[in-house]
Nanobody
């Protein structure tokens, strides 16, 4: 059993900051890529940022220069530092991890339950 638990969402004024965390736990042998997606009401889920095990990152154009993704491999945790938040950043944010469980042959994508981020104007 593997679980991804997010924390750090909330309500913030435009221009403010939030830091999301996502900790993976359970029978995990290895985690490769980790990332954050978001889904706003009436919109499709979109990739916000991703990070490889080695630390290479990529970002959606809409968040470049404002958001920073990082991870702590020893803690199986990924973070998303969000600065300069805008009302259009309002969404449910989900973390994702490509992981291999002990005893399994193949990696699979594990998703968190989501955390709400609301940015007021």
């Amino acid at each position: 059993q593997v679980q991804l638990v997010e924390s750090g969402g909330g309500l913030v004024q435009a221009g403010g900051s939030l830091r999301l965390s996502c900790a993976a736990s359970g029978s995990i042998r290895r985690i490769n890529n980790m990332g954050w997606y978001r889904q706003a009401p009436g919109k499709q889920r979109e990739l916000v940022a991703a990070i490889t095990k080695g630390g290479s990152t990529n970002y959606a154009d809409s968040v470049k220069g404002r958001f920073t993704i990082s991870r702590d491999n020893a803690k199986n945790t990924v973070y998303l530092q969000m600065n300069g938040l805008k009302p259009e950043d309002t969404a449910v944010y989900y973390c994702i991890a490509d992981l291999l469980r002990w005893g399994a042959m193949n990696e699979y994508e594990s998703w968190g339950q989501g955390t709400q981020v609301t940015v007021s104007s």
